[in-house]
């Protein structure tokens, strides 16, 4: 039968190699070439990476004869403690296969981090082969025999492209090992692979967040054929027999061995969280073992965690109503406090009605799976929070991520999804950047393509707009966004989440999402101190507008002391860049008094670790101003 090769390569930019997005070839009969070119392309416009600007896809016919059949290398796991027990396993295959200089080896391998393709060496005399140094040697046409049944749209198996790749070299003429080491840094897991041993997975070569990567192949024959050995691996068609998708799962000796190197490795790459424990509530001074602290990372903005009048409300509700709720509203029942609190929230953000979640994490989940249905598209800002992002997994709709706030990059990608039923979805005030959402311009696009429009205003109510009424009020807005999702937990100053908006939505919520519908609701104590706490917001706006004064004041004294930092919300990133940095960075001001945290991949992109300062109303204005310039130091001195 005639087969097709096709090859995709997306790109922002035209012929630009470092602004790579995705890549993928196949192998296809004519009938299959429809189907995946449609599937690829999809892939490109929308991938994980970013958004491709530029596509080439490349469909070459091939004849029958022209394609070479061979099998899949058999696959073994060898499970390694870390790097250097996954580099001993490589020089003792390489033992094996009658190569005695494998230190000799590893060390070239070095040079194949910065190129394109693989290395191309002689086995023996460590000479590198291959014509062009920077460009490498790319084993490409090539592909899994499979059914025409295959998906086109099944994403890539990554595990099963290596195989084909590995087993296409290993058949390659002279060819006598191939060593490789994936560029990703979440991905530590590389291979050895000869025809005569295998594919010798290594489940470890290097630390987690390491980003160097590279492949060597190794020749051992005469040098006139090295075009030949090039030239199969270039252009030769081949299609691998039964190749697997998936390693054979074998048990590890160890099952708690997994998880504690899992540790390490997030300890060696200063990625390790652990917690401290705060001996006072969440004021704007906290003790921790005794010591007293500027309380900088606090998300209560205005105060109110210890305020009397709230404490009041909870323990009079846990007096009256219990400890605990009991169960699902929809099974158990709602308290009157469940309903004057919807009330109130409904009142507060002037919308029809409200429904109450357990927490902001829960509301977003919920209401995001519950709106994205099969059927739906959501598109949502990349630095939206986790738990919209979560929600956007628990959906079964159609994810497009947008670039942060660019609402040209937001409208192109509505225009080339072409959505039926779908929604907006972003952060109010950005979590960790204190930046607002252009909302008129995400709701004016809502509007012009029948989507409804979200936002998440955790970090908005109490703190923007003049009363605190977050986003509306902050824009002056005459019309809200369709859904309006917030949290008890930072200027309400207890526990939980909501969503507000027209009754037809809380009704469909109150029907559909999951994390509402199957978990006990909140308590009465809670409930009572969010009650309370919005009563205070309502009455005293003036804590509004010191937390919108204490923001500006120490937003300038940082610039005073030369800290670059903007925000406009009461969230002030300084941005470090470097993860340990960061972390030492805050170290030392926890040393000096100063509780800040350092917030670290992947809460935000790897090399974009800050220190996180959260501003509350009952900061005094010249403990800001004594913080912004201890911060300056120790920013300075890193
Ligand atoms: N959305 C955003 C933007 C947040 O920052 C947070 C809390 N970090 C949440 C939602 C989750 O809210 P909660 O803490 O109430 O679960």
Redesign the pocket.
Known sequence: MTLFSMKMRASRTECDTTSHVSGAEKILSEAELAENAGALIGRALHHAKGDADYIQLKIEKAAPEAIAYIDALPVRTVEAADAAEGRAAILSLLHELGLSNGEAIMEKFHETYAMRGAMLLDADTLERLEPDHARGIRATYMDAEHAPSRPADGGKNHFQEAIVLASKVANAPHIVAEICMSDDPDYVTGYVASKTTGYMRITKLKALGDPDGGRIFLYRGPREDVPKTIAYLEKQMVLVKNAPTSPTKQPPADPWRVLSENLEQRKAAGLYRSITTIDSPQSAHVTVGGKNFLMLAS?SYLGLTDEPRVLRAASEAALRFGAGSGGSRLTTGSLPLHDELEKAISAFKGTEATLLFD??????VGILSALGTKDATIFSDEL?????IDGCRLSRARVVVYRHADMADLEAKIKAARPGFGVIVT?????MDGDVAPLPDIMALAKKYGLLSMT?E??ATGVIGKTGRGIVEYFGLKEQPDVM?G????SLAS???FVSGRALLIEYLKNTARSFIFSTSQSPANLAAAREALAIVEKEPERVARLQENTRVFIAALRENGVHAKSDSAIVPIVIGNERRATEAAKRLYDDGIFLSAIRYPTVAKGSARLRAAIMATHTKSELREAAAKIATVVSEQ
Do not use: C, P, Q, R
């Not at 939206?384 to 919209?388: K, T």
């Open positions: 998300n927490t902001g994490y829960m509301a977003n939206n929070h986790a738990s919209i952060d109010a005030v950005f979590s998440d955790a970090h999702m949290t008890l937990s930072k526990e939980g989440g």
